[in-house]
């Protein structure tokens, strides 16, 4: 799978794990560079607090453009260090 934003590949891993229809890349397989800090978090019911990174491909920032859950429920461990997309971050293989 690869997350594409900018014509860039911000992720490409084998090794996603699909939560809800959204592709959870390893740590490992995002190009940090990509990602800026974001203040954001919301709260889901079963996987827990969200926090959130801007994205920054071609000098452009698309904000709150991926997110990940340092701390999961214990309903969704598999999630723990792995980082999903959307906002016009294209996810395919």
Not at 36 to 43: G, K, L, V, Y
Not at 53 to 63: D, T
Not at 77 to 93: C, H, L, M, P
Request: proline letters at 4%.
């Amino acid at each position: 799978m690869k997350a594409i934003w900018q014509d860039t590949t911000i992720a490409e891993s084998d090794d996603t794990v699909v939560v809800e229809g959204n592709h959870y890349f390893p740590l490992s397989a995002v190009q940090r560079e990509a990602l800026q800090d974001s203040d954001t978090t919301s709260i889901c019911p079963w996987k827990g607090t969200a926090h959130y990174y801007h994205v920054l491909a071609n000098s452009e920032l698309n904000r709150d453009a991926a997110w990940y859950y340092p701390e999961p429920k214990e309903a969704a461990t598999q999630i723990k260090d792995r980082i999903a997309f959307w906002r016009g971050v294209s996810v395919s293989d």
